[in-house]
């Protein structure tokens, strides 16, 4: 990869988290989510390997729907609501829809079939950025409409987490699915 495209992938990666991050409208939120799966999309595949293009199809699928359903949660709470803000989600299909999009995005555990395999196909350096610095745009939005979401399932999914990734990764040998299962 040329020195120029490694810079455009690092700074719309930082441009996509800190939008996402400081943003607090839908539209932006969900911007930046989009320009953080468009900006890792050609480092999974840099590799041209078969096993990389299938992890980068795979990627690009999954971070599709669950962006899709981020929008339409946000979509049907401006319906409900009349607010385009991240903190007014109050609209209770719309909490649903959100917490299973970013479940979705995060990989827990009803939707994490999907993580190991990506970071299989994918260098190291790759998937540790899949590990670190693409959950932390989604985990801003949780935790900014973290009051108007259903505490027992966000509990639920989270310790469902982490016993299946600590039971799974005790069953793996190769370093990328053990980070996968662990994180």
Known sequence: MSPLAKLVT?????LGTTITITSNHWAMAW??????????????????????????TKYFLVQAAAS??????????AWATGQWDITQLT??????????AIAIKLGLTPFHFWFPEVLQGSSPITAL???TL???PPTTILLLTSHSLNPTLLT????????????MGLNQTQTRKILAFSS
Do not use: D, Q, Y
């Open 10 to 14: 690092t700074t719309s990666l930082l």
């Open 31 to 56: 911007a930046g989510l989009e320009i953080n799966t468009l900006a890792i999309i050609p480092l999974i595949s840099k590799s041209h390997h078969p096993r990389a293009i299938e992890a980068t």
């Open 68 to 77: 899709t359903l981020v929008l339409f949660s946000s979509m049907t709470n």
């Open 91 to 100: 609209h209770p299909p719309s909490c649903l829809l959100l917490t299973t």
């Open 129 to 131: 950025l899949l590990s």
């Open 134 to 136: 693409m959950k932390l």
């Open 156 to 167: 639920t999914m989270s310790i469902m987490s982490i016993g299946l990734g600590g039971w």
